[in-house]
């Protein structure tokens, strides 16, 4: 029972590149989830997802992008990666009647 | 918009010591309310939630939380702390048709021994 992944744990990406943060979830959950972690900010919400498809900003959005095409898996793209998004970012996933399931996060370091 | 407040950031307790973590917030409807632990290096584990109902919620690791509407509090409490308790601790509020939450900046817990 793996609930939500998240890869890599951990990767260093210099100013300008790209990447995809990858989450995939086994619960068959309907609602998917971006957050970032920032020391003493708590989480933000960056893009959410009621189900494939779908999908929709939240609080801080600007410099990522998100696809669902598939129930199981919500991956997170920095297209120029900036020092701003240095961050630690957590995958969940629910459903109406569940709470938001963690995975145990991407630390990223942009230099 | 919906907002949550942890006034402390940083709590520290004696083992075996009570311990209460508030949490206040704001939304428009009826909240979904919860409390979520982090330790180190991990993800964020659900201590509570709250959905409706009886407004003393019981959660694992023997946390209880109170909804207390008039307040638009929900605090944490422990009657008896343990040295593993020690960690993160976020509030969370939300509610509606996509779920999201919205979590307070955290409160950190040091246990002394």
């Known amino acids: 029972n793996a609930g939500v992944t998240q890869t890599p744990k951990f990767r260093i990406l210099k100013i300008g590149q790209s990447m995809t943060l990858q989450c995939t979830q086994d619960m068959n959950h309907n609602y998917m989830y971006w957050y970032r972690q920032d020391p003493g900010m708590g989480l933000k919400l960056i893009y959410y997802?009621?189900?494939?498809?779908?999908?929709d900003k939240g609080e801080v959005p600007n410099g990522y992008n998100v696809s669902r095409s598939t129930t199981e898996d919500f991956p997170l793209r920095l297209e120029l990666a900036a020092p701003s998004q240095t961050s630690v970012y957590f995958c969940?996933?629910?459903?109406?009647?569940?709470?938001?399931?963690f995975g145990n996060g991407t630390r990223l370091t942009v230099t | 918009a919906q907002s949550v407040t942890q006034p402390d950031i940083h709590i520290t307790v004696s083992e075996g010591a009570s311990l209460e973590l508030r949490c206040n917030y704001s939304?428009?409807?009826?909240?979904?309310l919860f409390w979520y632990v982090q330790s180190p290096g991990q993800g964020l584990q659900l201590l509570l939630k709250y959905f409706s109902g009886d407004t003393l919620v019981q959660g694992i690791k023997g946390f209880e939380a109170e909804f207390k509407r008039s307040q638009s509090s929900f605090n944490l409490r422990k009657p008896s702390v343990h040295w593993s308790d020690a960690a993160e601790y976020f509030c969370a509020v939300g509610g509606g048709s996509n779920y999201k939450l919205t979590f307070g900046k955290g409160t950190l817990l040091t246990v002394n021994p």
């Open positions: 997802s009621v189900g494939a498809g779908i999908t």
């Open positions: 939304y428009g409807a009826t909240p979904y």
């Open positions: 969940a996933s629910s459903t109406p009647e569940t709470p938001l399931h």
